[in-house]
């Protein structure tokens, strides 16, 4: 076997591994990037870019129908064949042809193949042929093979031939009839996607009593509102026990709880995720295989000695978003060099659901932030009495929430839900993030106008 040697070993090349091996390679140290599919990684080509595009013509037009003299101009729905068609090109076809020069063209050697630990700084790599190769790495291996779709354990739902993620977001077809299991991000876009690319039937079964439960009660019910006024039959305290599909290529037939049934064409999981540390070689260096890995607040692998092993973005099951696995890497980056660079944190995480309306959160919710000893108080804002909202549009509105550390009198979170809501939510970040008191952006922070930024001169006066 083929043996090779550098400086950093990175394995996986979605964007917050390629951002590790360019940073590396750009700051002096040799660096190989070991990617088993396409580079480029679940966001661009079956996650973020493919769901976003999906659902961009239905906002845009929802958009466009509260705008007098807009609105009359709209004839009909939105293109199905086109969407589809703008979502090919996103993806770049499935190929990573423009991709892979990000990676090369900064002198990162890339190395095709399943890249997997073999003992203390030591990958071994094989390629498609069966053919394998051995890496070194003189100061680190960076582990960044992200997550997959993690299936329930229902009567009959693999045998059923599911959809994951991935085939959620490169159908080409639009299905029928379609059952969505799971309320969070993933399960409420994808269900409104379809519904609005021709789906005649959209049903959406979430186990919990809400939609988004790990967001403010008011952001899922202003969702399901959404979704149901858009068509998607809303299930919630909904837990399929049975699915069976009637034949090759028959329709699925689903089972509830209590006993009703749902019959769709398809059916789409998306009721969590799984780190694909299964076949990682994790095991070899003494931890569990199929787990997400631990890792500290410099994102070193906990349990492992010599600090040369770092994990980050979906395999550490830490907020699991694209933005915040290019945040560990930057993180990262900065202790594999030699830097005394900051240490994560995990009070400022920025999450948005792209459905019609928007729901842009950052930071703790009003329950996570009492778990955490705080005591807090509320705010809440009504973006539709904005003289903005006026501006954009018959019937803008949305709802807008500060939760704030009463003792430091700093905001430590904020939800907003509304159309184009996240162009709100960068500036809760950064008064997250730079710890500005609620008393100085009352007296300083000017909103321009006319806006929907003045939504926050009503929280604050409330704060």
């Not at 790495?137 to 229902?154: K, M, N, Y």
Request: glycine content about 12%.
């Amino acid at each position: 076997m083929p043996e090779s040697s550098f400086d950093v070993i990175v394995i996986g090349g979605g964007p917050p591994g390629i951002e590790t091996a360019v940073m590396c390679q750009t700051a002096g140290l040799s660096t190989a990037l070991v990617e088993r599919e396409l580079v480029g990684g679940e966001c661009h080509y079956w996650g973020c870019i493919p769901s976003k595009t999906l659902l961009r013509p239905n906002e845009a037009l929802a958009q466009a129908r509260k705008v007098p003299g807009a609105r009359e101009a709209i004839a009909g729905g939105v293109d199905a064949s086109a969407a589809l068609a703008r979502r090919d090109v996103n993806v770049d076809h499935w190929d990573d042809a423009a991709v892979r020069p990000l990676v090369e063209e900064a002198g990162v050697t890339l190395v095709r193949g399943h890249g997997r630990l073999a003992g203390e700084r030591e990958v071994e790599v094989e390629d498609s042929g069966g053919e394998g190769q051995r890496l070194s790495a003189r100061r680190a291996v960076v582990l960044a093979p992200g997550s997959a779709t993690a299936f329930p354990s229902v009567e009959g739902l693999l045998e059923a031939a599911p959809w994951d993620n991935r085939r959620g977001t490169d159908s080409g077809q639009v299905p029928a009839r379609l059952l969505v299991l799971g309320g969070g991000a993933v399960g409420v876009e994808l269900a409104q996607a379809w519904r609005s690319l021709g789906a005649n039937q959209v049903t959406l079964a979430e186990q919990q009593e809400r939609l988004l439960p790990d967001e403010e009660p008011f952001a899922g019910e202003a969702l399901a509102e959404a979704l149901r006024d858009g068509g998607v039959e809303v299930r919630t305290g909904s837990e399929v026990t049975r699915i069976a599909r009637e034949g090759e290529g028959g329709p699925v037939r689903a089972t509830l709880a209590d006993g009703s049934e749902v019959v769709a064409d398809e059916v789409i999981v998306a009721t969590g995720r799984r780190a694909r540390s299964d076949d990682l070689g994790v095991e070899t260096v003494g931890l569990e295989p199929g787990e997400f890995v631990a890792v500290d607040e410099r994102l070193r692998v906990r349990g492992v000695d010599g600090d040369w092993l770092y994990a980050i973005a979906d395999v550490t099951g830490i907020a699991l978003f694209t933005h915040m696995g290019r945040y560990h890497a930057r993180l990262a980056v900065g202790h594999i060099v030699g830097g005394d660079g900051p240490t994560a944190r995990d009070d400022a995480v920025p999450r948005v659901v792209f459905t019609e309306p928007q729901v842009a959160a950052v930071g703790l919710t009003q329950t996570q932030a009492r778990e955490r000893g705080l005591e807090v108080r509320v705010t809440t804002g009504d973006l539709g009495a904005t003289d903005g909202a006026a501006v954009v549009g018959e019937g803008v509105g949305g709802t807008a929430q500060l939760v704030i550390d009463s003792h430091r009198d700093v905001i430590v979170g904020a939800t907003f839900v509304a159309s184009d809501a996240i162009h709100l939510m960068h500036a809760a970040t950064l008064a997250i993030v730079g710890e500005a008191s609620v008393t100085t952006l009352r007296e300083h922070a000017v909103p321009p106008f006319p806006t929907v930024h003045d939504v926050w001169l009503e929280l604050l006066a409330a704060g």
